[in-house]
């Protein structure tokens, strides 16, 4: 056995062994791309338009505030005051308005509905961001509506 031979093939064995160890490693960074971008208007104050972003950006998405409430930017992307709540957001075109989960987000976006986005009308309790340990085990039923662009509505999830 040539001894020269041995340990060439030794240190070429263990720079294979330690590219691909770096590769695992790098490999899932690579993999793991962003999710899409949510620009978010809310009050610089409030607690559940806070939960709200942190279970967005837990969800993958990456996230945009703009703390200078909600009024005019729920106007301008098509949102009935009616359905109006704490916080809207834009997401690839569509409008979000309230406490709606990333799920029904994901599904929005993957479906491309002909529509203004999705809202959960008021605050209610048990909806992403509304519920936290101040909640308790309280959880309300709620209805995430397909705001359509004529205004009108359907239901798109219910949460009971």
Same mark, same amino acid.
């Given at each position: 056995m040539n001894p020269s031979r041995t340990t060439v093939s030794r240190r070429r064995a263990l720079g294979l062994v330690s590219a691909a160890v770096a590769a695992l490693h790098v490999a899932p960074l690579r993999a793991a791309t962003p999710g899409p971008q949510v620009e978010v208007w809310k009050s610089p104050s409030c607690g559940c338009c806070k939960d709200w972003v942190? @279970?967005?950006?837990a969800a993958g998405f990456r996230v945009k505030t703009h703390d200078s409430g909600n009024t005019d930017a729920r106007s301008r992307l098509g949102i009935p005051l009616a359905l109006g709540s704490c916080h809207t957001a834009r997401v690839?075109?569509? $409008? *979000?308005? /309230? @406490?709606?989960? $990333?799920?029904? *987000?994901?599904?929005l976006l993957a479906e491309k509905p002909a529509a203004v986005g999705l809202a959960v009308p008021a605050m209610p309790v048990g909806s992403p961001g509304?519920? /936290?340990p101040e909640y308790g085990s309280r959880r309300d039923p709620y209805d995430v509506l397909l705001v359509r662009?004529? /205004?009108?509505t359907a239901v798109y999830a219910s949460y009971r």
């Open positions: 942190k @279970h967005l950006e690839e075109g569509y $409008a *979000i308005e /309230g @406490h709606v989960p $990333a799920r029904e *987000i994901r599904r509304m519920d /936290g662009r004529d /205004g009108s």
